[in-house]
């Protein structure tokens, strides 16, 4: 038997393997060619049904919710054909879905805002969207339900959209020109570490409603508890028990506008009254350029005058405006406030006496106030009250 040499027998396998090759290329061979990755589609509203065909009468063959992730299989006009996670598959109108640059974007909020101190708690008032960005017409995403709890990160001003249609009001020749009408909305973080815009008129701040009634008109900002009182005949009962440790508030007000250069313009601590088991004023300090966050710690006296000098005890901290930095407006782009430079102010409260903690050898700063007619008369007033009673 002949036998092959071994040069021409390798010559006859190349082009062996060589037409396997182009016929493979020629007829679509599947088998070398790389797998697509899978396109995502993500739902947006509260739930939808999946049907098996896009007609007036259909089937369906699954059910999706906020958030779900899905699979697209098909497009057809404003229609997608998906695969669910549980292997469901089906028609869903597209309006009802986020492509997957939405979701990337919602990522990236979540990551870059996850260490981002907590300045305020809030509530949900009705089901509210997560948006990518302040404002109506932005992307969104994510639905959050009513009364759930939410941690407010920053807050960010927006022009509200203009209704289609509708007519301007009358210009009044002799007024001033008046900018847009502003929006605010806050940057918050859920339980599930979701990340996104809302509109402020859907959160309601958490504050205790024995507190509410003492805002006198203004809006509670935030509400921080800085101390506890025992008062075993409180009266205040929880689940029929009278609750003995009362928690007391340092608060920050502010008006119901939106659009306000500052994040409140009033603070107040209550303290608890163990005689007349009630909420009082034990420090106010208002018409002030104030920022968020507010700090809470201890300290001891640092001038070693005070009784408890040795002890440790609540102190708050507060950022308001310096008199010689300009009001700030929002930023056109990201509709945040960014004051220039501010001055902390740093309290402690010793039992019912709040005394503002000074670096040695210094004095007060000069602070903006956003009334400067309101800061004249209280001036005045408070020259006055010094005449009638001066110190000795």
Same mark, same amino acid.
């Given at each position: 038997m002949q036998q092959i040499p071994s040069k021409q027998l390798n010559r006859s396998l190349a082009r062996v393997l060589a037409a396997i090759a182009l016929t493979c290329a020629l007829s679509g061979c599947s088998r070398f060619r790389p797998v697509p990755a899978d396109k995502y589609v993500y739902v947006t509203a509260k739930q939808s049904f999946l049907r098996d065909r896009v007609a007036a009468v259909s089937n369906?063959?699954?059910t999706v919710t906020n958030g779900e992730q899905l699979v697209v299989l098909e497009r057809a006009r404003r229609w997608?054909? !998906?695969?669910t996670p549980q292997n469901e598959i089906g028609w869903i109108e597209e309006r009802l879905t986020a492509p997957q640059d939405i979701a990337n974007k919602f990522d990236a909020l979540r990551k870059d805002h996850q260490k981002d101190p907590v300045v305020a708690t809030a509530t949900t008032s009705d089901e509210a969207y997560l948006h990518v960005a302040p404002g109506r017409l932005t992307d969104k995403l994510y639905l959050l339900?009513? #009364?759930g709890t939410l941690s407010l990160l920053q807050r960010a001003s927006v022009p509200k959209p203009v209704t289609p249609g509708a007519q301007p009001p009358p210009i009044d020749p002799s007024a001033p020109p008046a900018g847009p009408?502003?929006?605010?909305w806050w940057l918050v973080r859920d339980a599930k570490g979701q990340t996104g815009w809302v509109f402020?008129?859907?959160?309601? !701040? $958490? #504050?205790?409603? $024995?507190?509410l009634r003492y805002a006198e008109g203004q809006r509670i900002v935030g509400a921080y508890i800085l101390a506890h009182v025992d008062d075993p005949a409180s009266g205040i009962l929880d689940?029929?028990?009278?609750i003995t440790s009362i928690p007391e508030y340092?608060?920050?007000l502010s008006p119901y506008k #939106?659009?306000?250069p500052y994040d409140f313009n009033q603070v107040r601590l209550f303290t608890w009254n163990t005689k007349k088991h009630r909420y009082e004023t034990g420090f106010s300090e208002r018409n002030i350029v104030g920022y968020l966050p507010i700090t809470l710690g201890a300290s001891k006296d640092p001038y070693g005058k005070s009784p408890d000098a040795a002890l440790m005890l609540p102190t708050f901290t507060y950022h308001v405006l310096a008199a010689d930095q300009p009001i700030p407006t929002p930023d056109p782009t990201t509709g945040l406030i960014k004051p220039g430079r501010t001055i902390a102010k740093t309290y402690r409260l010793e039992g019912n006496i709040t005394r503002r903690l000074l670096p040695p050898n210094t004095q007060p700063e000069p602070e903006a106030h956003p009334d400067p007619v309101a800061e004249k008369k209280a001036g005045k007033k408070s020259a006055k009250a010094a005449a009638k009673h001066p110190r000795h």
């Open positions: 369906r063959t699954g997608v054909r !998906v695969r339900t009513e #009364a009408t502003l929006e605010d402020s008129r859907l959160l309601e !701040v $958490s #504050a205790p409603d $024995s507190l689940n029929g028990n009278t340092i608060t920050v #939106a659009g306000l």
